[in-house]
């Protein structure tokens, strides 16, 4: 009977506690209720979903996480003192010990999300100034051909939207109390600002560079359009002279003195592209395209070495042809010929193509038409030849 009765006043003994804890619970479901719905009406109220997104028909979907994280954070603040009511909070340290970590870390944590919240709306409303007032920009790409599926402005508006989130991410993270986390993103986000300089200079450099070789193209075509250059290749006798009658609507023809001007935009474009490597210390790619360089520059000497070849082999056809000689077509063809033939042997010397192949094939070509000049006078003019011989020992044994 004493053993029912110690438990019964064990019972009435610890029945508040009991109830106390039962009272915590209601307490805390109803203040974790109250704060949920504060927190999903105040976002809602703010648009959160709306204002981290870029397409308004798929908002993000962070309110009701964040409401149901406030929600369980409430409880997890109730739950060691409900714990303790009951008697067994000493079983739960780990866990007494992490609310705590948790309570400490609450006002680092709201400082870091205010930071982010508030640089996300100031990045976002500079970001839709930028593209406002920068709309004159859009006409410009246009006239240059650099219209594309994002305009300028729009495309400015993010450079300058990337530009303040960086320093706005690496505070929260400051904010945060991570320097294990906070170090790293910290010197990426240094090293990323420490090279814009440079490659603002880059893209302003080409950018210089493009309007400066269109001018000079321009130019340049307008000159050698003035001097008869477009009559070059009726010269050559690779085809015949622009027309001058163009129909309406009809594509503009490509023009050798548009052609060269094009040539000297891309070469100011591409000495531009060196500069701009060597300046964000790209030393291989700016070798890189040196070495292009050069050997774009050899085969264009290659090619005006040709040009002028098939020049001359022209006019010395044209020379030979016209006179009276009964064999004239034949030797303005191998005039033509020999002429081409080494003129392309000095524009390929010239462009640097296998220097040992062109100089071999030379060699035989000319060493091949010996032997077949050889053979052609010693098989098929024998009998010729013969009496060519016969006839100098008759004269020679008439003279003894």
């Given at each position: 009977m004493n053993v029912f009765t110690d438990y019964?006043?064990?019972?009435?003994?610890?029945?508040?506690?009991?109830?106390?804890?039962?009272?915590?619970?209601?307490?805390?479901?109803?203040?974790?209720?109250?704060?949920?719905?504060?927190?999903?009406?105040?976002?809602?109220?703010?648009?959160?979903?709306?204002?981290?997104?870029?397409?308004?028909?798929?908002?993000?979907?962070l309110v009701k996480p964040l409401g149901d994280l406030s929600y369980f954070l409430v409880i997890l603040l109730f739950l060691p003192t409900i714990l303790a009511?009951?008697?067994?909070?000493?079983?739960?340290?780990?866990?007494?010990?992490?609310?705590?970590?948790v309570i400490a870390a609450l006002p680092r944590?709201?400082?870091?999300?205010?930071?982010?919240?508030?640089?996300?709306?100031?990045?976002?409303?500079?970001?839709?100034?930028?593209?406002?007032?920068?709309?004159?920009?859009?006409r410009y790409g246009a006239r240059l051909g650099l219209s594309g599926s994002t305009s300028l402005s729009a495309l400015l508006g993010l450079v300058v939207y990337v530009l303040i989130l960086?320093?706005?991410?690496?505070?929260?993270?400051?904010?945060?109390?991570?320097?294990?986390?906070?170090?790293?993103?910290?010197?990426?986000?240094?090293?990323?600002?420490?090279?814009?300089?440079?490659?603002?200079?880059?893209?302003?450099?080409?950018?210089?560079?493009?309007?400066?070789?269109?001018?000079?193209?321009?130019?340049?075509?307008?000159?050698?359009?003035?001097?008869?250059?477009?009559?070059?290749?009726?010269?050559?006798?690779?085809?015949?002279?622009?027309?001058?009658?163009?129909?309406?609507?009809?594509?503009?023809?490509?023009?050798?003195?548009?052609?060269?001007?094009?040539?000297v935009m891309v070469a100011i474009i591409l000495f531009a592209a060196q500069a701009a490597l060597n300046l964000l210390a790209f030393a291989a790619l700016a070798s890189l395209l040196a070495q292009l360089i050069v050997v774009a520059g050899k085969v264009l000497a290659g090619l005006v070495i040709f040009a002028i070849g098939i020049y001359l082999a022209n006019l010395a056809a044209q020379l030979i042809s016209s006179s009276a000689g009964a064999q004239s077509k034949l030797l303005s063809n191998v005039a033509r010929v020999a002429t081409l033939a080494l003129f392309g042997a000095m524009a390929l010397q010239q462009m640097g193509i296998a220097?040992?192949?062109?100089?071999?094939?030379?060699?035989?070509?000319?060493?091949?038409?010996a032997v077949a000049f050889a053979l052609a006078f010693g098989l098929g003019g024998r009998e010729a030849a013969g009496k060519v011989a016969e006839d100098w020992r008759q004269g020679l044994q008439k003279k003894d």
């Open positions: 019964y006043n064990r019972a009435v003994a610890y029945l508040p506690s009991i109830v106390t804890a039962v009272l915590l619970i209601i307490v805390a479901l109803v203040v974790a209720a109250i704060v949920r719905s504060v927190v999903v009406n105040v976002l809602k109220r703010l648009r959160l979903d709306e204002r981290l997104t870029h397409d308004p028909s798929k908002p993000a979907a009511n009951l008697g067994v909070g000493t079983l739960l340290l780990p866990l007494t010990g992490l609310v705590s970590t944590l709201f400082g870091a999300v205010l930071i982010l919240f508030i640089g996300l709306f100031v990045a976002r409303l500079v970001r839709n100034l930028v593209t406002s007032f920068s709309t004159g920009l859009d960086l320093p706005v991410i690496s505070a929260t993270l400051g904010a945060l109390g991570l320097p294990a986390v906070a170090q790293p993103v910290q010197n990426l986000i240094d090293r990323f600002l420490g090279a814009i300089p440079g490659v603002l200079s880059a893209a302003l450099l080409i950018g210089v560079a493009y309007f400066v070789g269109r001018l000079v193209a321009e130019l340049v075509s307008s000159l050698l359009t003035g001097i008869g250059f477009d009559r070059l290749p009726q010269a050559l006798g690779l085809g015949t002279a622009p027309s001058a009658s163009v129909k309406v609507g009809s594509a503009p023809a490509t023009t050798p003195s548009k052609i060269v001007g094009t040539v220097l040992q192949i062109v100089n071999l094939a030379f060699g035989l070509t000319l060493g091949a038409l």
